[in-house]
């Protein structure tokens, strides 16, 4: 496997994702996993990358960075060793960061793959409370750790300061004899550089002179005793520290098992993360493993190629089949294929995304893989020499489980020779149903691929217009090496290519005619597969734009009818209106014989707007029109016409009629224009002041019965609940003192009773 790792580039591979690793544990995890073959493993691998890939799409950031590795220090702590306030304080940050991701994680529903390591995660909040009074962010010891600490700072505080107020008194009264105006701290204790001949003059001690040697640095005798103080203080708060941090790191150790076991957890969760943040990136998909033996590899790319650089492909390894070989041009992306296919195998195997949009792989018990690298260089061994040295192994370990990749086989040596062992290794390979995929330049392996029907022919393209590579993988293709018209490249020399051309021909046998005839039949046969597809391409492109055309008709039919329904309404409610307000208007005009004849009149001139749907209309139809049918009442909107029938839309189905039996009605009238006067809105018949305050409710109810009144309504309904009464009080007393309410009472049973006051307004002839 190490082998197979080493020329698969999988270790590259594996580099890559541990740039999203935010643990310094976590690269060592990644760049060691163990690859198993075991599918358990496999799958509950899988589902934990597919479920984390699947968080961080909901926009979680799930981050693992700034995590210390407080390994040590727990290890150190559990040996009765005493942690220093750094290590107590990374002890702190790692505390918070498990507190952060657990309840992260935990707020996410439907956690299922990773709820295990979650779950794992236990805090001891008690230890973390101790410590986080004990240690501040900057690493360094509170002072107000312990009492006695505290006392400690205040005393060992006053001494300094009366240490500093006492040395600027000596410089002050000493000034002649001070060779500086300051003093000094020489072994932790105030001194002042005296001049030579004065520094005898003060009783102390003396320690060492100035660098030009014409003053000593001198302890007065009567800072003696505040220095021993100021030293005793700081001895004491050394070993108050002391004992605090002895304590601390003896919490610590009880807490240090629960901790290694929640580092041990984010790890885990980091590697995993890590593999979903790189699945994320490039928009990467989890492979299924699959028991059926198929291998399925939809538009996969190789992870390590650039992405502008990178051409997908597809490939198929199905049951029917024992073999692939694949052929094409030099430096056409034949190992590149074979390098995907290994890759996919190892990054299911171990949780990694594919760069593909869908992915199957079956379970190998082994992956035998023959690529030449520089491991056989520098061992000494010639390329021929490597290759047989792994077809050994693989004849002798690879079973009918295992997938074997091979790139170039036997190549090296005398290309006849290749040829015949070459075959015989595949008559071997299908004796013992090996599964295999192998990359060659030779015709004879070919040619033996082409009449085995359970080996595929495939090949990696090649632009001959361009003369470079496609990169693009085909199957049931027969790809040609193309050497001499990469030569075309390369080489100037005319001449020289077309004499190549001329012994290639001269030294082609009959079946390798045979062979190049056959390749071009099935270029033929792909060129027509290609043609098809296009035309069903197309087909298929039609149909998608009749069927949207289907569906804009539908829409718009349906915008039709809406709003034929609508302008309908609208006429008719002003209709209403204009006969409310007539009646009204006879109402109060009752006592007056001329004005109930001229109401009389405006009915009849309102008769005559109603739409008459016994007149037709000559112009030619077209969808939208209103429509009679031949012998029926019904009115309905034409919808479509095609040739000598008509689709109409007549109470709410559709029928298919002659366009003959339809005869054409004049549209509904625009909304009557017959007002003098200044149109005005319609005015509804209840007004709602539930859920306001009196001072809100009073200027919209007045405003809202003005309204009513003026549009001749006879009566208003006023919604305003019961509660504390207030609003019901307030609003009666309103009525009360408008002038052209007529009376006002409770709503019946079914309209709300005392919720509800039912007013009545006055007609024209009351004052």
């Known amino acids: 496997m190490i082998k197979a790792i080493e020329s698969l580039q999988f270790q590259e591979v594996r580099e890559k994702i541990t740039h999203y690793c935010g643990m310094p544990s976590s690269p060592a995890e990644i760049l ?29 950031d799930i981050s693992f960075d700034g995590i210390p590795d407080v390994r040590d220090a727990l290890e150190r702590s559990l040996k009765d060793i005493v942690l220093t306030p750094f290590e107590l304080q990374q002890c702190l940050a790692f505390h918070q960061h498990t507190r952060r991701i657990a309840a992260l994680l935990r707020s996410i529903d439907g956690l299922d793959e990773l709820r295990d390591y979650v779950d794992a995660l236990m805090l001891d909040e008690k230890t ?8 501040d962010q900057n690493a360094q010891i509170k002072r107000t750790a312990s009492k006695r600490l505290e006392q400690l700072f205040r005393r060992s505080e006053e001494v300094s300061a009366a240490l500093a107020e ?3 008194r000596f410089t002050r009264e000493h000034a002649s004899s001070l060779q500086e105006t300051s003093s000094f701290t020489r072994n932790d204790r105030v001194t002042f550089l005296i001049k030579n001949s004065d520094k005898n ?10 660098a030009s040697g014409q003053a000593a640095y001198v ?9 021993n103080r100021r030293l005793s203080s700081q001895e004491e708060i050394q070993a108050e520290i002391a004992r605090i941090l002895r304590e601390a790191s003896r919490r610590i150790s009880s807490s240090a ?13 980091d590697v995993i993360f890590a593999k979903a943040h790189f699945g994320q990136d490039y928009q990467g998909t989890i492979g299924k493993l699959t028991r059926e033996g198929e291998l399925f590899l939809k538009d996969i790319c190789h992870p390590l190629i650039p992405y502008k650089q990178v051409v997908s492909n597809t ?8 073999g692939i070989v694949i052929s094409g041009s030099n430096t056409g992306g034949k190992t590149v294929s074979l390098k995907v296919i290994g890759l996919a195998v190892l990054m299911t195997y171990t949780g990694i995304p594919l760069i593909a949009s869908e992915a199957f792989v079956p379970l190998y018990d082994r992956l035998f893989v023959d690529i030449e690298d520089a491991s056989s260089i520098e061992s000494s061994l010639s390329t021929f020499s490597s290759h047989l040295r792994n077809i050994d192994v693989i004849l002798k370990e690879a079973t009918s489980s295992s997938l074997v990749l091979i790139d170039e086989l036997a190549t090296g040596t005398d290309p006849k020779e290749a040829e015949a062992l070459s075959l015989a290794i595949l008559d071997r390979f299908s004796e013992r149903h090996i599964p295999f995929i192998l990359t060659t330049h030779y015709d004879e392996i070919k040619k033996y691929a082409y009449e085995d029907p359970r080996i595929l022919l495939s090949a990696v393209g090649f632009d001959n217009e361009k003369l470079q590579p496609t990169y693009k993988y085909s199957e049931n293709v027969i790809g040609e090496s193309n050497a001499l018209a990469i030569a075309h490249r390369y080489i100037d020399d005319e001449e020289l290519l077309q004499e190549a051309e001329r012994y290639l021909k001269a030294h082609r046998s009959e079946e390798e005619t045979l062979l190049e005839e056959l390749r071009e039949k099935i270029k033929e046969q792909e060129r027509l597969q290609e043609e098809l597809q296009r035309e069903k391409e197309a087909a298929q492109k039609k149909q998608q734009q009749l069927e949207a055309e289907k569906h804009r008709f539908a829409k718009e039919k349906k915008k039709l009818e809406s709003s034929y329904r609508e302008e309908l309404d609208a006429y008719l409610e002003e209709k209403k209106e204009e006969a409310e307000k007539i009646l009204a208007e006879l109402k109060r005009s009752a006592q007056t014989p001329s004005r109930p004849k001229k109401a009389v009149s405006r009915l009849e001139e309102l008769n005559t707007l109603e739409p008459t749907e016994s007149s037709t209309d ?11 049918i031949h012998g029926s009442e019904g009115v309905g909107i034409l919808m479509s016409l095609e040739k000598n029938r008509a689709r109409v839309a007549l109470n709410g189905m559709e029928i298919n009629v002659k366009i003959r039996d339809l005869q054409k009605l004049p549209p509904l009238p625009k909304k009557p224009t017959v007002r003098t006067s200044v149109k005005r809105k319609s005015v509804p018949s209840e007004i709602n002041l539930i859920g306001m305050r009196v001072d809100e409710a009073l200027p919209l109810l007045s405003k809202y019965l003005d309204d009513a009144f003026a549009s001749g309504r006879s009566g208003a309904k006023i919604i305003h609940g019961l509660g504390t009464l207030a609003l019901r009080n307030a609003s009666r007393d309103l009525c009360k003192k408008t002038s052209f309410i007529k009376s006002f009472k409770d709503g019946d049973y079914y309209d709300g009773g005392g919720a509800v006051t039912i007013v009545e307004f006055k007609n024209g002839t009351e004052g």
Not at 201 to 207: H, M, P, Q, V
């Open 32 to 60: 060691n996993e163990e690859i198993v073959f075991n599918p358990l493993l496999i799958e509950r691998k899988n589902r934990m990358s597919e479920e984390a890939l699947n968080i961080l799409k909901k926009g979680k």
């Open 128 to 135: 973390y409370r101790e410590i986080d009074a004990i240690v």
């Open 166 to 168: 006492k040395a600027k």
């Open 201 to 210: 003059k003060y009783d102390g001690y003396k320690f060492g002179e100035s």
């Open 219 to 227: 302890e007065p005798a009567e800072f003696v005793e505040l220095n």
């Open 257 to 269: 098992a629960l901790y290694l076991n929640d580092y041990e957890s984010l790890t885990a969760l």
């Open 315 to 322: 490939y198929r390894f199905r049951k029917e089949y024992n």
């Open 618 to 628: 000559s112009s030619p139809l077209q969808a939208g029109d209103r429509v009679r």
